[in-house]
């Protein structure tokens, strides 16, 4: 199984995208999704995440501008990214942690905020 994500692009400053994430098969106890994102010259970090329970959990500089959001019936992730600034010019990563250790990642989708 993999997670393919999508909807990334370039966009100006102030714009907003919503990128996609779905699995190709099915993937079972999965306990949280999330995004992830690295810009070059720096370490992947967490944007954001959701629990099975629909808890979320934002980093501090997307908070009130990001918006995760799963779908249960479809196993697909969202997020959507809002008031986008050229500092978050990034590859964004969807993941899934189900139990057992086991966590799958997506290819990656670029996005790119600048003038």
């Known amino acids: 199984v993999q997670l393919q994500a999508s909807g990334g692009g370039l966009v100006q400053p102030g714009g907003s995208l919503r990128l996609s994430c779905s699995p190709t098969?099915?993937?079972?106890?999965?306990?949280?999704r999330g995004w992830y994102r690295q810009a070059p010259g720096k370490e992947r970090e967490l944007v954001a995440s959701?629990?099975?329970?629909?808890?979320?959990n934002y980093a501090d500089p997307v908070k009130g501008r990001f918006t995760i959001s799963r779908d249960i019936r479809s196993n697909r992730l969202y997020l959507q990214m809002n008031s986008l600034q050229p500092e978050d010019t990034a590859v964004y990563y969807c993941?899934?942690?189900?139990?057992?250790?086991?966590?799958?990642w997506g290819q990656g989708t670029q996005v790119t905020v600048s003038s």
């Open positions: 993941k899934y942690t189900a139990n057992g250790g086991r966590y799958y």
């Open positions: 098969g099915n993937i079972g106890g999965i306990w949280v």
């Open positions: 959701i629990t099975a329970g629909g808890d979320t």
